[in-house]
């Protein structure tokens, strides 16, 4: 258990839809990083927040966004759902933010769009 | 922009052998982490071994060790002793030390299927 808590574990939901994915991270982690795991993009980042703030963006659409709350839960909105957006959704979280930061992922919230 | 290629997709190693997984990326940088990440059928990620582009010295970690060619901007993972346990989907991960992002870049991974 990486102590990285992602819920709900599944999701399955239409096109058009909006859902909300949510991130716990280890006690005292400050910094949350959001990939997606797709069959034809592989792994993406999509976003990173640190102590609230948004440090970086990757390959985020603008239907999607995050947000990282006082007590350091994230959450990502995804909207206007597309058939493509199917996909395995990563939490990560670290102390700091640093490049040699151990992270410690979630299980991953899978999300099917029909 | 930095890219990470893995080309082999699968691998299959019998028990207790030895097996190389392949990865290459290309950068600009001279400083930067190298990772292998393994995620089993749990869907987890696991962080194997990191590599320190800095130190010449390649990692290990117990039956898990890498060669690092950074002059060929080679970074290959290689399991002795491979077990059952070790049958899973391997991501080898790129990461930038300067920045401010630190996001990780992955490859397509390389599933190794363990035969007993």
């Known amino acids: 258990d990486s102590g990285v808590t992602q819920t709900p574990k599944h999701l399955i939901t239409a096109t058009g839809q909006r859902v909300t994915l949510r991130c716990s991270p280890r006690s005292g982690d400050l910094s949350v990083y959001w990939y997606q795991q797709s069959l034809d993009q592989g792994l993406q980042f999509l976003i990173h927040?640190?102590?609230?703030?948004?440090?970086a963006k990757g390959n985020i659409l603008e239907r999607f966004s995050a947000q990282q709350f006082p007590d350091l839960h994230s959450e990502l909105n995804l909207s206007s759902l597309e058939l493509g957006d199917s996909a395995l959704y990563f939490c990560?979280?670290?102390?700091?933010?640093?490049?040699?930061?151990?992270?410690?992922f979630g299980s991953g919230t899978q999300l099917s769009v029909l | 922009a930095q890219t990470v290629t893995q080309s082999q997709p699968e691998m299959s190693v019998q028990e207790a052998e030895t097996v190389t997984l392949s990865c290459t990326y290309d950068?600009?940088?001279?400083?930067?982490?190298l990772f292998w990440y393994k995620q089993p059928p749990s869907r987890q990620m696991i962080l194997v071994i990191r590599q320190e582009a800095y130190k010449q010295q390649n990692a290990t970690e117990n039956r898990f060790s890498v060669n690092f060619q950074k002059a060929a901007k080679s970074f290959s993972l290689k399991i002795s002793d491979s077990q059952l346990g070790d049958a899973a989907m391997y991501f080898c991960?790129?990461?930038?030390?300067?920045?401010?992002?630190?996001?990780?870049?992955f490859g397509g991974g390389t599933r190794l299927m363990v035969k007993p």
């Open positions: 950068t600009s940088e001279s400083d930067y982490y």
């Open positions: 927040y640190y102590n609230g703030e948004e440090r």
């Open positions: 990560a979280s670290s102390v700091v933010a640093g490049p040699n930061e151990k992270l410690f």
């Open positions: 991960a790129y990461r930038s030390a300067m920045n401010a992002g630190n996001m990780l870049t």
